[in-house]
């Protein structure tokens, strides 16, 4: 792994997580700067600057063209995100968000795996995450087409008779 002096840890889990997270990057890169990006202020040891940034109930790249520019003038040589669980379900936005930041994109997770967030992993995780649809939402569009399909059904049947008629 190249030189790290610039981390960015984007605060997307619980303080337990960011302790865990904190005490690695540490070890790993103890000259590093980590700059943190919380919802809340948060003080912990170690953290060079903390950017409070409430992005709302979920993370989207839409909703951050502020804190885009609040970081357009810095370089952070690794993004990190934060998992509460292995995977990283649910966190696709934030996966998002760091394909948007920086180059070198890492997910520390709960279970204290440091991994890293190539496009490759990012797309499987797209496909998975869009196969787990709640069962609502396919019956939802299931209910529409057959409802769809009855309406033009009842359409071209008002025809046939006009036709016949004539």
């Given at each position: 792994?190249?030189?790290?002096?610039?981390?960015?840890?984007?605060?997307?889990?619980?303080?337990?997580v960011c302790?865990?997270?904190?005490?690695f990057?540490k070890?790993?890169?103890?000259e590093?700067?980590i700059?943190?990006?919380?919802?809340?202020?948060?003080?912990?040891?170690?953290?060079y600057?903390?950017?409070v940034y409430?992005?709302g109930?979920?993370i989207?790249?839409?909703?951050v063209?502020r804190?885009?520019?609040?970081?357009?003038?810095?370089?952070?040589?690794?993004?990190?995100c934060?998992?509460?669980?292995r995977?990283?379900?649910?966190?696709?936005?934030?996966?998002?968000?760091l394909?948007?930041i920086?180059?070198d994109?890492?997910?520390?997770?709960?279970?204290?795996?440091?991994?890293?967030?190539?496009k490759?992993?990012?797309l499987?995780?797209l496909?998975?995450?869009?196969s787990?649809?709640?069962?609502?939402?396919?019956?939802?569009?299931?209910l529409t087409?057959i409802?769809?399909?009855?309406?033009?059904?009842c359409?071209?049947?008002?025809?046939?008779?006009d036709?016949?008629?004539?």
């Open positions: 792994m190249k030189e790290i002096h610039n981390i960015l840890l984007l605060r997307t889990a619980s303080k337990d302790e865990k997270a904190l005490e990057l070890v790993m890169f103890p590093a700067k700059t943190i990006i919380s919802p809340n202020k948060i003080e912990l040891e170690g953290i600057k903390v950017i409430d992005w109930d979920k989207s790249i839409f909703r063209k804190l885009n520019q609040i970081l357009r003038d810095k370089e952070f040589d690794l993004t990190l934060l998992w509460e669980n995977k990283g379900l649910g966190y696709l936005n934030v996966d998002l968000l394909f948007y920086g180059k994109r890492y997910a520390f997770t709960k279970e204290g795996d440091f991994i890293e967030l190539t490759r992993r990012f499987k995780k496909f998975h995450e869009l787990l649809l709640p069962l609502k939402f396919l019956l939802i569009i299931t087409l409802l769809g399909i009855t309406y033009v059904y359409l071209l049947e008002r025809i046939l008779l036709i016949r008629k004539i």
